[in-house]
């Protein structure tokens, strides 16, 4: 079955997209404040991957310059099932993990999705297939698996520039100082 993942170029969506090989990416800009940087980071992974980049562009009636768009991912999931019904994807795939704050972002949603998918006829189903993994396993997987570099590639803020205090700023930063302290031990 062909997957299409969703794909912000942040942690999750790029370790993802290396460990289960979606067959494309897809990348929407909903106006969001980070956009070129998140597109900079996805044209980055799709070229390290070997996989194409679809793109949608959507402008939500409200603002989400400051970071937050309420119901962000049922908004992503309506623009990507038009995409996959018309490319022929059979899976639409998010970055999830386990332990996600946001109700939208859980395997309870994704069941909940897939139910209203199927009440309306689609073929089309939304996976999760790193959420039985934590983030810090997803990441470490995939660093293990593709080395570090990778990683310093990605983008995970809501802001532009890079906040540097945000939750998702912090965790980045914290992987990456991680494996440097870890790649500095082992060329010792």
């Not at 194409?52 to 989400?64: F, H, M, Q």
């Not at 396993?137 to 698996?145: D, M, P, S, T, V």
Request: net charge positive; hydrophobic share 45%.
């Amino acid at each position: 079955m062909r997957r299409l993942l969703l794909c912000s170029g942040g942690l999750d969506s790029s370790a993802v997209a290396l460990l289960y090989s979606p067959e494309a990416l897809l990348f929407v800009d909903y106006g969001q404040k980070a956009r070129g940087r998140e597109w900079k980071a996805v044209c980055h992974l799709s070229k390290l991957i070997h996989r194409p980049l679809i793109v949608r562009r959507v402008r939500p009636d409200y603002p989400c310059s400051h970071g937050y768009l309420p119901a962000r991912n049922l908004l992503l999931l309506s623009v990507a099932i038009p995409a996959a019904e018309r490319f022929g994807f059979g899976e639409i795939w998010f970055g999830f993990t386990k332990g996600e704050v946001y109700g939208d972002a859980t395997a309870e949603w994704i069941d909940k999705a897939n139910e209203l998918l199927q009440t309306e006829g689609l073929r089309v189903k939304v996976v999760a297939p790193a959420v039985t993994l934590s983030d810090s396993e997803l990441i470490i997987k995939a660093c293990e698996q593709f080395g570090v570099r990778w990683l310093l590639k990605t983008y995970s803020c809501m802001s532009a520039p890079a906040c540097g205090v945000c939750v998702k700023c912090h965790r980045r930063e914290t992987f990456i100082n991680h494996l440097i302290v870890e790649l500095k031990e082992g060329l010792k």
